[in-house]
């Protein structure tokens, strides 16, 4: 089950909401938006935005198989929209392009599946000391140094 929100033609740079992006991906939802609330940033209210829609697109649905506590961000996608170019006088009569980015954001939710857990392996007795369990390569050159020893 994948819920996903849109949200295109935003009026930042990509560059600007990547590392906020970063920050939630692969999260729970309460804990991303938590995270977001108390992030003093011009893009986190943004992609804070685009996480309550896709939670609302989720709910919609119509498998409810899931609870809201069981929802984590399973993508976000940060993209470049067309840019706005605007011109600026610059020095010896030139004209500068000014560039104005937009931005295109990806969000998909997914629910956490339950895992099973599986039985640990066994530790040797080196592991235990922490030394590095021997193998048939190791014998072998302990073997070797033995020889030469005598």
């Known amino acids: 089950m994948m819920a996903r929100a849109l949200q295109k033609y935003l009026r930042i740079s990509p560059k600007k909401l990547r590392p906020i992006a970063q920050l939630v991906n692969k999260k729970k939802t309460d804990e991303a938006l938590y995270a977001l609330v108390n992030t003093n940033k011009k893009g986190a209210q943004i992609l804070k935005k685009v996480i309550e829609s896709a ?87 302990k073997k070797l140094v033995k020889a030469g020893k005598k």
Not at 97 to 124: C, F, G, M, Y
């Open 55 to 141: 939670l609302n697109n989720a709910k919609r649905l119509p498998e409810k198989k899931f609870t809201e506590e069981s929802l984590y961000i399973s993508k976000v996608a940060i993209d470049g929209g067309p840019m706005l170019k605007r011109y600026r006088a610059m020095s010896m009569g030139r004209a500068g392009v000014i560039r104005k980015r937009t931005s295109h954001v990806l969000v998909e939710l997914d629910a956490l599946e339950k895992t099973q857990t599986k039985s640990k392996p066994k530790k040797s007795k080196a592991s235990a000391k922490g030394e590095v369990a021997p193998t048939e390569n190791t014998k072998k050159i």
